[in-house]
């Protein structure tokens, strides 16, 4: 039997916080499970702890959504597990979080939102914020999942002050005098940029020491215009794409109708950036209504081959499980879990993609 060359977060890695070794090798880094298993195996085993992971997307392509899953999982199975505490804040910094926890994961005590609904204006607030919470958990000794939605709801101090500025000549004598206030002399409205690099330079390194994870959502823009290059970028500058060990673009493929009403979107998760493991790996999530990621149809969807390269369902595939044929997917979806197989399926899917990972390795003598 083949070892595998992909550790998965044993639904999450058990190191208590502490400074990570350095070493060549990226099996060892303690992770977080996304709770999606073709997203942890497209990221080489899940969220590395003592990371910034950069989650980027359109609206309705789940971004949200997929830090939910990540923080109800690890909610559930850290401490039962491992015996560490584990703790979250999601710093809602657009205000637009809307999803009912206690009823998508059947627990009334679960609520991502801190309970005074705090959340960062700023980029220094946010800064400050995030400082607080890797001083508490170090002092604690516990894993911090701190996530920002989204880098775009955040504005600096210095871009606030020139928007007062701006307002107060439109409602003084300036404006009724004609005098322009579209030129803003020597800004040119880089203070965000500006401060979220300063915030990177000093933050990056104490994420690191304390084992934490640092989820930063961003909202992708157009390029209008633009005839070469990408037809999209995500606000944030050049720091995003230093200090992010991971950066993942979303994009929805498909709706899924029930009744001519929609009830989950499939999406397409692809890894651009990956400092520990392997980059432009794919995979597509089926995120269901009321209920969260669906890890067990995106598990069959990749196990049995049933989507195209675009992410649309394929017609007439087989799907076969233990000798027996299944009409369609819910067949076996019913069947999978009526007999606890979730498990299996899982085994099954990490040992495809690792055997395509064997496949497709260069295999080549040392050059050295």
Not at 53 to 70: A, M, P, R, Y
Request: aromatic share 10%; hydrophobic share 35%; proline share 3%.
């Amino acid at each position: 039997m083949m070892k595998r060359t992909t550790k998965l977060a044993p639904e999450i890695s058990a190191s208590p916080p502490s400074p990570p070794d350095r070493t060549d090798s990226t099996a060892d880094i303690p992770r977080i499970s996304s709770g999606c298993t073709v997203l942890d195996l497209a990221l080489g085993g899940g969220y590395p702890r003592g990371r910034i992971v950069n989650i980027v997307g359109d609206k309705s392509s789940g971004k949200t959504l997929l830090v939910t899953e990540c923080i109800a999982k690890a909610r559930k199975m850290f401490k039962p597990l491992f015996g560490l505490a584990f703790k979250w804040f999601y710093d809602d910094a657009e205000s637009g979080y809307t999803f009912n926890t206690q009823q998508m994961y059947k627990d009334p005590d679960f609520t991502v939102l801190p309970k005074n609904d705090y959340h960062s204006e700023l980029i220094e607030e946010f800064e400050s914020n995030l400082d607080k919470q890797l001083n508490l958990c170090l002092i604690k000794n516990e894993v911090l999942l701190y996530a920002l939605d989204t880098f775009d709801g955040l504005e600096s101090v210095a871009g606030r002050k020139r928007y007062e500025k701006k307002l107060k000549k439109y409602r003084g004598k300036n404006q009724d005098e004609g005098e322009s206030t579209t030129k803003e002399k020597g800004s040119y409205k880089t203070e965000k940029v500006t401060s979220f690099t300063e915030f990177f330079r000093n933050q990056h390194g104490k994420i690191l020491r304390s084992d934490a994870l640092l989820i930063v959502i961003s909202q992708v823009r157009a390029n209008i215009g633009v005839m070469f290059g990408p037809q999209y970028y995500r606000t944030g500058g050049k720091a995003l794409d230093h200090y992010a060990a991971q950066i993942i673009w979303l994009a929805e493929v498909e709706r899924v109708e029930k009744r001519d009403r929609v009830v989950s979107v499939v999406i397409k998760a692809r890894v651009t950036k990956n400092k520990v493991g392997k980059a432009y790996r794919e995979c597509f999530i089926t995120l269901l209504w009321d209920y969260g990621v669906d890890d067990l149809s995106s598990n069959i969807d990749y196990l049995f081959d049933l989507r195209d390269k675009r992410g649309k369902t394929k017609t007439g595939c087989e799907i076969k499980w233990k000798g027996i044929d299944y009409a369609t997917k819910e067949h076996l979806i019913r069947y999978v879990e009526k007999h606890n197989e979730e498990e299996e399926i899982k085994r099954a899917v990490v040992d495809k993609w690792e055997a395509v990972e064997r496949e497709i390795a260069p295999n080549r003598k040392a050059k050295y």
